[in-house]
């Protein structure tokens, strides 16, 4: 249900997820802050330094990807930093990127916020001999700025499968709404045009877009926005949210304004930020994938890349710990996992 440009770019990009959220906290300095070594079992050499930058500070989403590279730090041995912008602007990133390209770290990982801003800073990282990893999300269209990406699950379902968890939720008909991040977020704005492909097929005729509102990643304005919703569509009967500050905003606005039962909440998020919602009856159901997965398995491709065991190439196969076997694909991609449905019947199975 994709074109061939939206093919290319799901398999390059994405960023987050599923997008999360600032907290407000007062901006960082530049440094790599926050850093924790993690693991003595580095075998003989250099004990390799990798800083993961995600998209901003405070967000459970980003949070678990950083314990997912912690982890395969203690198995593997290498020295992990983490560093961040308190907001998800697109050029937010930028100064964190040069900090460390100026103190030489061996890898960056990172959850772009845009994928054109940051391609300068990334192409300078590599010309030193940096490894460049997009996490979560990619570079569409500027793919050459990093060595592989790490994409959460495939791409190219979520935008059709949230329709249809929507239509499930909503007896597939009536208005909803979208409650995205940012307006140039790569992630959302695929699974965006991948949610308005999935709408003109007949069976979800009796469904209507009535608007997409962007909270950008920021939990009040987030908040802000699915209220004004609720307010403009007296009629709505959903709030689609495929960012986990934008579901957790919108199931506390329906929460608020007593419309639980009458306007459904879905989207992409955490079990533990939606744990309440769920037991409350105020979500019915939501998906995800794992991002603790993701770090862990880019700890080990990074790892592996340092010492020379892994070379990037499409098609190609290499040992993620207890991830098993994963599988370059297109552009040097590597899809972590499967997405997860989650309802009362199985959240207290999932801690992240």
Known sequence: MRNSTMKSAIWIFVGTMLGLAGCGKPAPNPGVEGGSTAGNSVSAGKK????????????????????GFKKAGDELGYQFSTAAPATADATSQLPFIKQQVQQKVDAIAISANSPDALKPALLEAMQRGIKVISVNSDLPKNEDARHAAILPTDFNAIGSSQIALMSE??????????LSATTDAPDQNFWIEGMKTALKDPKYKEMKLVEIAYGNDDPQK??????ALLIKYPNLKGILAPTSVGIAAAAQAVETANAKGRVQVTGLGTPNQMRRFVQNGTVQKFALWSPFDEG?????????????????STGGLFRAGKLGDKKFGDKNSIITGPSVVFDKSNIEQYHF
């Open 296 to 312: 862990y398995l880019c700890g080990y491709l990074i790892d592996g890349m340092l010492k020379g065991s892994i070379k990037p």
């Open 48 to 67: 390799f330094k990798i800083v993961y930058i995600p998209k901003n500070t405070g967000n459970p989403y980003f949070d678990d990807i950083i314990n």
């Open 169 to 178: 939720l909503i007896g597939g008909t009536g208005d909803f709404a979208i």
């Open 222 to 227: 987030s908040l802000t926005e699915a209220q």
